[in-house]
């Protein structure tokens, strides 16, 4: 499994961004797939995950209400889409998969690399 995580970026407080994580071979379908963060000088920190056929979704309190994690079987991408963007967000965000669904990062076996969100206030 070999995932790409794109469509970070800077943004001003308030501002949107969609994040996309695809799998570079094969399909992500029987996958769960989360998303995590790292900011400067900070653990990784879990933000969302969906299960495999998407009808189970998890959100850390801090992003509750503001992103939205989905997947696009036959586009075979998971989107992060960040609402209401904080500077608090600003972070290099990764995604990672695994057959469980979980909020644990050391449970996911891949993962991709990461992309910069950077909010201004």
């Known amino acids: 499994v070999q995932l790409q995580a794109s469509g970070g970026g800077s943004v001003q407080t308030g501002g949107s961004l969609r994040l996309s994580c695809r799998q570079s071979r094969g399909t992500l379908s029987p996958y769960a797939v989360a998303w995590f963060r790292q900011g400067a000088a900070q653990d990784q920190e879990f933000v969302a995950a969906i299960n495999w056929n998407g009808d189970t979704t998890y959100y850390a309190d801090s992003v509750k209400g503001r992103f939205t994690i989905s997947r696009d079987t036959a586009k075979n991408i998971i989107y992060l889409q960040m609402n209401a963007l904080k500077p608090e967000d600003t972070a290099v965000y990764y995604c990672?998969?695994?057959?469980?669904?979980?909020?644990?990062?050391?449970?996911?076996?891949?993962w991709g690399q990461g992309t910069q969100v950077t909010v201004s206030s």
């Open positions: 990672a998969a695994d057959s469980r669904l979980t909020t644990v990062v050391a449970e996911y076996d891949y």
